[in-house]
């Protein structure tokens, strides 16, 4: 029902930026709470930043004064900006979405992942 497409992912040099696009599509009823997640191999997925309908943002304290989430008016689509990258930050990138169901569950949906390397 719902659908996730990133975009912006890529291969840069250590202290290069980049910038994460993710737009949701489908049956969305809401302002949700969207997110980004991130995966490095052998790793475990793990938060990098999340916003609220209000705008309310938290970042995780890895990335920390580096990344900025943000989103569009219409709160559907959501962006990462990521300044000051590092090795460590090299991951599969994912967007997600957070919808509520009913009253006793939320609905997790996520995106395909992007790719971010951070090489020299």
């Known amino acids: 029902q719902v659908q996730l497409v990133e975009s912006g992912g890529g291969l840069v040099q250590p202290g290069g930026s980049l910038r994460l696009s993710c737009t949701a599509s489908g049956s969305i009823f809401s302002i949700p709470v969207m997110g980004w997640y991130r995966q490095a191999p052998g790793k475990q997925r793990e938060l990098v930043a999340s916003?609220?309908?209000?705008?309310?943002?938290n970042t995780a304290d890895s990335v920390k004064g580096r990344f900025t989430i943000s989103r569009d008016n219409a709160g559907n689509t959501v962006y990462l900006q990521m300044n000051s990258l590092k090795p460590e930050d090299t991951a599969i990138y994912y967007c997600?979405?957070?919808?509520?169901?009913?009253?006793?569950?939320?609905?997790?949906?996520w995106g395909q992942g992007t790719q971010v390397t951070v090489s020299s």
């Open positions: 916003i609220t309908s209000g705008g309310n943002t």
């Open positions: 997600n979405l957070k919808q509520r169901r009913n009253i006793l569950a939320t609905d997790d949906y």
